[in-house]
């Protein structure tokens, strides 16, 4: 077993970064509200076009590349240097930045258009646009959440059959019994960048599918797998990708709601000419950044409580009591996991339960009787 102490000196290093990450995403935007680099960036866009489309188009990527400038030194640490330095990683540095651009080109390719439709909304209808937006939202959360798992996860990994045929073969009778086809669950190359372990259930409908990491394949028993793939078709049981699906949109909608209301009290003050002003984005941002930081401890609750129905289930329909223990010990030491994180730690950032307390949850499990 590796020393406990390096799970917690990583895992403590990674929850600075979470928080200097915050910190520095709230100061980023205080500083273009502060400083007016807003006015900046929107007499830039307006230099290069005349266009209204296109100075929000202009401006947006004025925006992003300003803080990409400055959150990039905590993404090149995080992602990168603290990787290597508990060899966790793969990837050679030039490989980890052609990633990194390739996730940053398609954050911006798909935020691009969701700001030009907001903007088109509150262009348009100046008392109802937020109402309008978070319905625009709801619709891209459920398209997105279709897509992810067929054009976004093969951007940068490659899907591949489960090779082992008796594994396989065990695989299909427990995705049998709760009506998943066989075709759903691959084995990805997880390997390409990481040594960590990780398994996922993604997609909505026909896209739904189960992932296994080949990293997870080639360091578990059939046994700890067969657990593994359970804990996942538990929340295909339990239908909680649209559980989480729901509750995000729900809580969106006061988001939204939010950002209309402060939008249209502090405008006028900071010096712009209303919600509809492209100067007064980076206010926007502002608000949805606080008030995701505020309801983002509900919603790792919420996650946390489909985490432990999951295990439970899996523990329930395998029998394998031990195998899910030995898994979860291995997920501990694979990916320097801390087994007891400080409870505020937890509560602020995990949104699975703490490996220590699903290991306790499943020493202490009794099956029912027959």
């Given at each position: 077993m590796p020393d406990p102490s390096q799970n917690k000196a990583y895992q403590r290093k990674r929850a600075w970064l979470a928080l200097y990450s915050l910190v520095l995403s709230f100061v980023i935007l205080i500083s273009i509200i502060a400083f007016r680099f807003t006015f900046l960036f929107y007499e830039g866009s307006v230099y290069l076009t005349s266009a209204a489309y296109g100075i929000v188009f202009f401006y947006f990527l004025f925006?992003?590349?300003y803080s990409?400038?400055?959150?990039f030194p905590i993404s090149f640490y995080s992602g990168f240097v603290l990787e290597h330095q508990y060899e966790l990683s793969n990837q050679t540095l030039r490989?980890?930045?052609w990633e990194w651009t390739k996730k940053q080109l398609l954050s911006f390719g798909i935020a691009t258009p969701l700001v030009l439709l907001l903007y088109a909304l509150i262009w348009h209808f100046e008392s109802t646009w937020w109402l309008w937006a978070w319905a625009g939202y709801a619709v891209f959360g459920l398209v997105l959440g279709k897509l992810f798992p067929v054009f976004i996860i093969p951007l940068f990994y490659k899907y591949s059959p489960i090779r082992d045929e008796i594994l396989k073969t065990k695989i299909e009778a427990l995705a049998h019994r709760f009506g998943i086809k066989i075709q759903n669950v691959y084995s990805l190359n997880l390997s390409k960048t990481t040594k960590k372990a990780n398994a996922a259930f993604t997609g909505f409908g026909k896209t739904k599918r189960v992932i296994l990491g080949d990293t997870l394949l080639d360091s578990f028993s059939h046994d700890e797998i067969e657990t593994v793939l359970a804990h996942e078709l538990g929340h295909y049981?339990?239908?909680d990708i649209w559980k989480?699906?729901?509750?995000g949109i729900a809580v969106s909608l006061i988001g939204f709601w939010l950002a209309y209301q402060f939008l249209n009290r502090f405008s006028q003050s900071?010096?712009?000419e209303g919600a509809g002003d492209v100067r007064a984005f980076a206010l926007l941002a502002l608000i949805f950044f606080i008030f995701n930081l505020v309801v983002s401890p509900a919603s790792n609750a919420f996650s946390r409580r489909a985490e432990r129905r999951a295990d439970q289930f899996a523990l329930e329909n395998t029998g394998e009591k031990s195998a899910f223990i030995s898994a979860m010990q291995k997920l501990r030491d694979l990916n320097l996991a801390d087994p007891d994180p400080h409870p505020v730690i937890e509560f602020?950032?995990?949104?699975h339960p703490a490996i220590g307390k699903r290991i306790q949850m499943a020493e202490q499990f009794k099956p029912e009787p027959a």
């Open positions: 925006f992003s590349v990409l400038i400055f959150s490989g980890w930045f049981r339990h239908r989480q699906f729901g509750f900071l010096g712009y602020l950032l995990y949104d």
